[in-house]
C-alpha cells in the first residue's frame, strides 16, 4: 500500500470522530499520540515504553472502556515513568480530545492493520505524517496552515542552498521541521541514504546537523514526530528565539525560514540584548537574528521567507535592511506568487543572502526574479509544483536547469546570471537601492491587468504602495487579534 493511499485512510478516520467533536487540528495531535507507540514496536524501541503501555497491550485490550482508560492514564503518566527523551517530549502535557472509548478502539485497530512498508520495502511512515500534515495545513478551519510552508517552496530552496555533509543547519521559527527535513532527504539522496559516510559523520547528520526551534507547544509537538518518522534524532527546541534562548543559535552553515508573520503580542519588543535594532514587527527580528547566527568566513548562508512590508517598512525596517546589505552579499530575491499560502492575499519574498567575511560593503547588486506578476493563480485548478520555479532556477544558477540541480555546487556567477534573457529577471545596483532609502521593494515587471499604467505614472506608484501597506497592516491586525483571542 502507498504512502498517500494510507494517508488518505487515515485522515478519513477523522470523519469517524466528528461525532466525539473532534476537530481535525485536535485529530492529528491524538494521531501522534497513538503512531508514536506503533512507532516504536515497527522501528524496535518499544523498551522506551514501560511495558504496561507497549502497543500489544491496546490492541488485545478487547474491552472498549478499559483499553480508552489504560490510553488516558497512559498519557498522563508516560513522560513521568520513561528514560527517554524523545517520549517524555512527544507526551509532555499530553492530553485525549476523544471522549467515546469505542473511537480510540476504532483508531488503534485500524492502524494496527496497516502495511507500513511499500512493495519495495521502503519505510514511508514519514511520507505518511508529511501527507497527513499537508491535510491538515490545507483544512481552512484547522488554522495550521501558517506552520506549513508549500513543499514545492521548501524544495527549491533547500536544492539553491547545496547543505553539505558535516554542516549545521538550523530553522529558528521551524513549525513541523518542513526545512531541515527537506535539507536532510536532499543529502540522504546524494550520500545513498547515508551509506557513503562513516558511522562518525552518520552520526553527526542524524544528531547535530539539523537543528530548530517552535514557540507553539502543539507545533513543537509535530515536528518532533516528523523527524523522528524521517530517522532524525535532531534537537528541537521548544521557546522563543526572539528571547534569551535565540543568543545560543549561533555560528550555522547554513539558516532555512520562513517566520510567523505579524508583531509581537501586545507590540513589545524582543527581549534580546544582542540585536541592534529591537522592533515590534516579527520578521525584522527574525531577519536580524537570522543574518547574525551564520558563521562569518564567506560561506555562512540563509534562504528566508518573508513578507513584502520587511522590504519597505521605514525606521527600523530601514535600518535592518541596510545592516544586512553590509553584513551579507543579499544576492537575490524572489517575489513569491500570491494564494500559495494559508493566508489570502498575502504577497511573499525569499530573500538569499551569504554572510561576508567582513562587516561591511558586502552587497553590490541584488537580483530580483518576479514569480508574481502576470502568473496564473494556484489552486486546485492549477497545483503549485515544483514547475513554477523552473525559470527562476534557470536565472538564479546562469544556466542549470531545475532537473540538474543536485549537481548544482551553489556558486553565484554574476557573469552566467546576467547572460539570462528572462523579463522578470533584474540586477538592481546597490547604488539604485540606496537612492530609494534601501527600499526593496523592486523587481516587478509590468502588470497587463492594469490599462494606460505607463501614463499614471507617479500617482499609481503611490497608490499601490499604500496598498500594499494597508494590506501588512491589515495582516498585522489579523495576527494580534489571533494572540488576543
Not at 498517500?4 to 487540528?25: P, S
Not at 497513538?34 to 500489544?56: C, G, T
Not at 514519514?126 to 510552508?149: M, V
Not at 503549485?384 to 536565472?395: G, H, I, M, Q
Request: with cysteine; charged share 30%.
Amino acid at each position: 500500500m502507498g504512502a498517500q493511499e494510507i494517508a488518505n485512510k487515515l485522515w478519513n478516520l477523522c470523519n469517524v470522530l466528528r461525532d466525539d467533536g473532534v476537530t481535525y487540528h485536535q485529530y492529528l495531535n491524538e494521531l501522534t499520540y497513538i503512531l508514536f507507540l506503533k512507532l516504536s514496536e515497527v522501528k524496535n524501541f518499544a523498551d522506551q515504553f514501560p511495558e504496561e503501555y507497549r502497543w500489544k497491550k491496546f490492541v488485545e485490550e478487547k474491552d472498549n472502556v478499559a483499553a480508552f482508560n489504560l490510553y488516558r492514564e497512559f498519557l498522563a503518566t508516560v513522560s513521568s515513568k520513561t528514560t527517554s527523551d524523545a517520549v517524555k517530549e512527544i507526551y509532555t502535557n499530553a492530553s485525549t480530545t476523544l471522549t467515546k472509548p469505542v473511537n480510540f478502539n476504532t483508531l488503534v485497530q485500524n492502524i494496527d492493520k496497516l502495511d507500513w512498508y511499500e512493495e519495495s520495502d521502503r519505510d514511508v511512515m514519514g511520507d505518511i505524517y508529511e501527507s497527513l500534515l499537508e491535510k491538515n495545513a490545507n483544512e481552512k478551519k484547522s488554522g495550521a496552515g501558517q506552520y506549513f510552508t508549500p513543499r514545492p517552496l521548501i524544495n527549491v530552496m533547500v536544492k539553491l542552498m547545496v547543505p553539505k555533509v558535516g554542516e549545521r543547519w538550523n530553522d529558528p521559527a521551524c513549525g513541523t521541521f518542513g526545512f531541515m527535513i527537506s535539507a536532510d532527504h536532499y543529502l540522504k539522496e546524494k550520500t545513498d541514504n547515508y551509506f557513503d559516510l562513516d558511522s562518525k559523520e552518520r552520526d553527526f547528520q542524524e544528531r547535530e546537523a539539523f537543528t530548530g526551534v517552535e514557540l507553539v507547544g502543539d507545533a513543537h509537538r509535530l515536528a518532533l514526530m516528523n523527524a523522528r518518522l524521517h530517522g532524525m534524532e535532531s534537537r528541537i527546541y521548544l521557546g522563543d528565539t526572539l528571547t534569551d534562548l535565540g543568543k545560543s543559535l549561533k555560528n550555522y552553515d547554513g539558516v532555512l525560514a520562513n517566520p510567523p508573520f505579524g508583531t509581537k503580542k501586545g507590540g513589545e519588543k524582543p527581549s534580546r540584548d544582542d540585536l541592534t535594532y529591537l522592533s515590534s514587527n516579527k520578521q525584522l527580528n527574525f531577519l536580524q537574528h537570522i543574518y547574525r547566527s551564520l558563521k562569518q568566513d564567506g560561506t555562512g548562508r540563509a534562504a528566508v521567507v518573508l513578507p513584502d512590508n520587511v522590504l519597505f517598512e521605514d525606521g527600523d525596517g530601514q535600518k535592518i535592511r541596510k545592516d544586512l546589505m553590509e553584513k551579507c552579499n543579499l544576492h537575490t530575491i524572489l517575489r513569491l506568487p500570491t494564494g500559495i499560502f494559508y493566508a489570502a492575499g498575502v504577497k511573499t519574498n525569499v530573500l538569499f543572502f551569504t554572510r561576508g567575511k567582513k562587516e561591511e560593503a558586502n552587497t553590490q547588486n541584488v537580483w530580483f526574479y518576479d514569480m508574481r506578476t502576470n502568473t496564473p493563480s494556484y489552486g486546485k485548478r492549477t497545483p503549485f509544483t515544483e514547475k513554477a520555479f523552473e525559470d527562476f532556477v534557470l536565472a538564479y544558477t546562469g544556466g542549470i536547469a531545475a532537473k540538474d540541480l543536485m549537481d548544482y555546487d551553489g556558486t553565484i556567477d554574476e557573469e552566467k546570471r546576467a547572460a539570462i534573457s528572462d523579463e522578470r529577471w533584474q540586477k538592481i545596483s546597490l547604488e539604485t537601492i540606496k537612492t530609494k532609502n534601501e527600499s526593496l521593494d523592486l523587481g516587478l515587471i509590468a502588470d497587463s491587468s492594469l490599462t494606460n499604467a505607463e501614463d499614471l505614472g507617479e500617482p499609481l506608484d503611490l497608490a499601490k504602495d499604500a496598498l500594499q501597506e494597508l494590506k501588512a497592516i491589515e495582516l498585522e491586525l489579523n495576527e494580534l487579534i489571533k494572540e488576543l483571542a
